[in-house]
């Protein structure tokens, strides 16, 4: 594939629709559609899905998270080199549903690129946007936590915060990315973010949890 980095994120999170046999069809119908349409898709599965999603999709694959930890003595961690290693491109840091400390984003950011994985912090707010461009990771992704999963775009619900965060964190570093997620459904949302000056978005029930994944992620390269 051409390009390195995707417009179009999906995060699988722990819903019952997305992992096992339905991981795999929304991750069919991503490369369908990635395929058809030239938009790079990127999926962020479980854990336990990472290495056969890598292994069977042409796809950029994401962790959920990390753990800001080196290889040693610990247990029940996630360790970035063992991500990279099944598979992944990248990772989410700092999601809303798996929110860290600053110096946890630090160690994990760190971690991250030290294997060779593609950053993408998440935050909820124009000052977290800006503090967190200070890591200097390949994405910052935000999120107001109050439109997660309502079904209510953040680009139309709360357009000032995907400009004034694409304003704080491009001031700052111009080449990270800004994606907006939280509510996106639809062709329209992902228009309407990205002339509001994000590169792309990060969503997740509006595919998962949806009928037919395959005519939404169509629907959403739609206007690209
Ligand atoms: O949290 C999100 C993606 O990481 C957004 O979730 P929804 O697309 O379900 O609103």
Same mark, same amino acid.
């Given at each position: 594939m051409p390009e390195k980095f995707p417009t179009i994120i999906i995060n699988f999170k @722990? /819903?019952?629709?997305? /992992?096992g046999h339905r991981a795999h069809s929304i991750a069919q119908a991503a490369l369908n559609v990635s395929m058809e349409s030239g938009v790079l898709i990127g999926i962020a599965p479980g854990y336990m899905d990472i290495h056969p999603m890598s292994n069977h999709y042409n796809l950029p694959v994401y962790a959920q998270h990390i753990d800001a930890i080196n290889p040693? @003595?610990?247990?029940g961690h996630i360790l970035a080199g063992a991500v990279r290693e099944a598979g992944a491109t990248g990772t989410l840091i700092n999601h809303s549903e798996r929110r860290l400390t600053l110096a946890d984003i630090s160690g994990s950011v760190k971690a991250a690129k030290e294997a060779n994985l593609q950053t993408i912090v998440c935050t909820n707010d124009i000052l977290t946007s800006a503090a967190a461009a200070s890591f200097s990771p390949d994405f910052i992704a935000i999120e107001p936590p109050e439109l997660?999963? +309502?079904?209510? +775009?953040v680009a139309t619900a709360d357009p000032e915060i995907i400009e004034n965060s694409v304003t704080a964190v491009k001031e700052k570093n111009s080449s990270i990315r800004v994606l907006a997620g939280a509510g996106i459904s639809t062709g329209e949302c992902v228009k309407r973010a990205i002339e509001l000056g994000a590169d792309g978005v990060l969503l997740a029930?509006?595919?998962?949890?949806? $009928? $037919?994944p395959e005519k939404v992620l169509r629907s959403l390269v739609s206007k690209i």
């Open positions: @722990a /819903y019952k629709e997305g /992992y040693g @003595a610990h247990t997660i999963g +309502s079904g209510i +775009s029930s509006g595919v998962v949890k949806a $009928d $037919d």
